[in-house]
């Protein structure tokens, strides 16, 4: 049982015997480890079992479609909208979605393509084929339109560009951290947002990144160098900015990761205490492919591109941003209140920047005690943080943090919790507009709408707030490329 070098050599681990077995080198940090792992265990889910996870995601997926879908038809407006009265049954029903929605008020029923010719008035209206979404999100909505004449259409033909994202996502969860990967694929969260926006892109790049770093690619895998697999990596958390932003931040600990050389300092050049090249790497690969797939927007219809930045930069703490702010601090967070809006809009990025640091600042102590630098567990706290403190918290976010489930070794305490209070948020905030909207009673005390909704405001902070510590003292759910979890022990000390 051996790995390879970035040389071609054989590292063996400790207890192994063979002719080209090489002690790894130790790490020359305090508090160094060495890595321990149990034999016997296949890499993985198996073929069959790969199969099976995928497609009990696929029925969940499924599910989720019919849900959506019940929002749609039977009869349309001259726009393609969805009659009798689509807004009534989406929050009523709890059947919305913003792909049913965003058919109209965005120029995708004209079927113009994103950015080029649009742009923001002062009123903050969209116009021209500009969408609030980065570039790659607006392609899909763009491609989805095509051969759409209807909401519903448009709901089937993007159900159907995203759905293989969330396959994906099952098959690499699986590949990585085994039947866990079940908290993906059969998880509510899959019900009721799979297709409520087009988060299963960026989910897939995130997860993709966390893939290729622990299993690598093609034939050589996990055996390829650290710096390539990293680098590779990077380039898929920069598409992933290009989806929907978050992962980028990603890119910091992965950076901390391989600067400390990997599990344990296995792959830090010979005689070096850091690597100081392969960071770098990482980090231009990611800042660099988001800024290639971004650029030919720059150039051919910058305020169109731009829009998306100043809408979501313009946009108010309000009763649909789902945010503590919001809720905390009625009713001075109306928002016709500018000073308090002003505050937010510093406090929000100001209170997520502090919980980056410290997410990091935990983990390099972590990684001083046990010698490798928890970049998975980092990478779940600052999601927490962002989730926390951001000034939106729209219901879909929370397939973002579902893979952080199944690939950090959380309480099973904790998931259920976490699924408990977003489904009183994902169920009661649609009763709650359709309560506001449709002139019916909608007061604390006048039924369920307001109260789940601030069981699922406050509950998900309050988790979100204690999964922050959880993941960083959590250990991976990710095996090793010979199908055993990665288990660190500390040196044991020379008797004297």
């Known amino acids: 049982m051996s790995d ?5 050599k054989a590292i063996g681990v400790a207890g192994d015997v063979g002719p080209t077995v090489e002690q790894p080198p130790e790490p020359n940090l305090p508090g160094a480890v060495r890595v321990w792992r149990r034999a016997g265990m296949p890499a993985g889910l198996g073929g069959l079992a790969l199969v099976v996870l995928v497609l009990l995601c696929g029925a969940t997926m499924v599910l989720g479609f019919v849900n959506k879908d019940r929002c749609t038809g039977p009869d349309y407006d001259s726009l393609g909208r969805s009659e009798p009265n689509f807004l009534l049954r989406s929050e009523r029903d709890v059947c919305y979605s913003d792909i049913q929605y965003l058919w109209v008020g965005r120029d995708i029923d004209q079927h113009v393509f994103p950015y080029i010719d649009g742009g923001i008035r002062a009123d903050g209206q969209l116009f021209g084929g500009a969408v609030e979404y980065p570039v790659l999100t607006g392609i899909l909505m763009w491609l989805g339109a095509i051969f759409a004449h209807n909401d519903h259409q448009f709901l089937i033909d993007s159900a159907i560009l995203l759905a293989p994202f969330g396959l994906a996502v099952a098959w690499m969860l699986g590949r990585l951290a085994r039947w866990r990967a079940l908290v993906w694929a059969l998880g509510p969260p899959l019900v009721l947002y799979a297709f409520h926006n087009w988060d299963l892109a ?21 055996n390829r160098s650290l710096a390539a697999r990293a680098t590779v990596a990077g380039v898929l958390l920069g598409l992933g900015f290009a989806f929907k932003l978050y992962p980028i931040i990603f890119t910091v600990p992965l950076m901390l990761y391989v600067a400390t050389g990997g599990e344990g300092g296995r792959w830090l050049p010979a005689g070096r205490r850091w690597d100081v090249v392969a960071p770098i790497r990482v ?8 800024l290639v797939v971004n650029l030919p ?3 051919l219809g910058f305020n169109g591109w731009a829009a998306s930045f100043t809408f979501q930069e313009d946009r108010e703490v309000d009763i649909t941003t789902n945010s503590i702010w919001f809720w905390a601090f009625r009713p001075y967070s109306n928002p016709t209140n500018k000073d308090f809006q002003s505050l937010i809009d510093l406090l929000s990025p100001g209170m997520i920047m502090v919980s980056f640091v410290v997410a990091c600042a935990l983990g390099w102590r972590r990684y001083r005690r046990e010698g490798s630098y928890p970049w998975l567990a980092v990478s779940a706290a600052m999601l927490c943080g ?19 489930f199944v690939l950090m070794r959380i309480r099973w305490q904790w998931i259920a ?8 948020m994902g169920i009661g905030v649609f009763r709650y507009y359709y309560a506001i909207s449709f002139g019916k009673p909608y007061g604390i005390y006048d039924g369920f709408a307001e109260q789940a909704t601030v069981i699922g405001v406050w509950g998900r902070a309050v988790l979100l707030l204690a999964l922050f510590f959880a993941f960083l003292a959590a250990p991976m759910a990710v095996h090793d490329p010979d199908g055993t979890p990665a288990v660190t022990a500390p040196e044991p000390v020379p008797a004297t």
């Open 4 to 8: 390879v070098r970035s040389d071609g």
């Open 202 to 222: 960026v989910v897939a790049c995130a997860v993709g990144a966390a893939y290729v770093v622990h299993r690598g690619w093609g034939r050589a895998g996990a």
């Open 283 to 290: 980090a231009v690969a990611a800042v660099g492919t988001a």
């Open 297 to 299: 927007f720059m150039l």
């Open 386 to 404: 962002f989730l926390l403190f951001h000034k939106v918290h729209s219901p879909q976010y929370t397939l973002w943090l579902v893979p952080m």
């Open 417 to 424: 919790a976490y699924f408990a209070a977003d489904l009183a």
